[in-house]
């Protein structure tokens, strides 16, 4: 698994403002990688797909709006919990949401790239 986060796409965090004071993650196929912003060339620590969700659950799981969104209601919204995610669009949220298992989530942040 630690070879695939050498060519994988690190995000910042954020919550972590104008600062180097966070933490970046890689998210593969096979689980996901957290690191220092201001030590990357420390390592980093893994988990697998199971510990990644694990913890996006206990940390959240509430309704997150895309980044892309540019300050915008025209996009969606993401909530991960243990068992999945789901999706739904910002300026319909009565409308339902679309859910996901976490396999299926995984697999469709694979296709991505994230």
């Known amino acids: 698994m630690i070879e695939e986060f050498h060519s994988a796409e690190w995000r910042k965090s954020s919550y972590s403002g104008a600062n180097n004071n966070c933490v970046e993650a890689a998210v593969t196929a096979a689980g996901a ?3 220092d912003t201001k030590d990357r060339a420390a390592g980093h620590l893994t988990a ?3 510990g ?3 913890f996006l659950a206990e940390v959240g799981g509430e309704w997150r709006k895309s980044s892309r969104s ?3 209601s025209n996009c969606v919204e993401v909530a ?4 999945g995610a789901g999706v739904r ?3 319909q949220r009565e409308a339902g949401h679309l859910a996901t298992t976490r396999d ?6 694979a296709q991505l790239g994230r």
């Open 48 to 50: 697998t797909r199971d």
């Open 52 to 54: 990644w969700s694990a």
């Open 80 to 83: 991960v919990t243990a068992t």
């Open 89 to 91: 669009d910002t300026k």
């Open 70 to 72: 540019q300050n915008t």
């Open 33 to 35: 990688g957290i690191r």
């Open 104 to 109: 299926g989530w995984s697999a469709f942040l």
